[in-house]
């Protein structure tokens, strides 16, 4: 496709041509369009309410605020209630917290492994899955 064509179907899909498309090279463009739209916006199957959820709390630990704004936005778009959005910055935060933790005091992966394993066990346990 020539940029064009790609700018064209980017058009009809957005009503505009987002400069972030502009800045991308013609060697590339086509390639990075046909990723974003099957990465960003096609039904996966993880619904893209929950998809968009996921990249406000990626956005939220790697602090881009391009991101955030995006993800913020097509979360809405799909459906998202600002509770929701605030579930997911907050757990966001405290994966992020925790794993500052665990990793900054450098705990026994093995052990930590053992660990999880146990109680993810116990709590199949307690709700009969014998998974």
């Keep these: 496709m020539t940029r064009k064509e790609i700018y064209a179907e ?3 899909m957005f009503g505009l041509v987002p400069t972030m498309f502009k ?16 990465v960003q916006l096609e039904e996966g199957p993880i619904p893209n309410k929950y998809r968009e959820l996921i990249g406000v709390a990626i956005s939220a630990v790697t602090k ?21 959005i605030e579930d997911a910055v907050h757990y966001a935060k405290s994966s992020a917290g925790w794993s500052t ?8 992966y093995d052990e930590f492994k053992s ?16 998974k």
């Excluded at 933790?101 to 026994?108: P, R």
């Design 10 to 12: 980017i058009e009809q």
């Design 64 to 84: 881009c605020r391009y991101c955030a704004y995006f993800h913020t936005e097509l979360a809405k778009l799909n459906g998202a209630t600002e509770a929701e």
């Design 101 to 108: 933790y665990v990793n900054g005091l450098q705990l026994n």
């Design 115 to 130: 660990e999880i394993d146990r109680a993810c066990e116990h709590v199949r346990r307690m709700h009969g899955d014998k």
């Design 23 to 38: 800045a991308v090279p013609d060697s590339s463009l086509e390639l990075e369009w046909q990723l974003f739209k099957r």
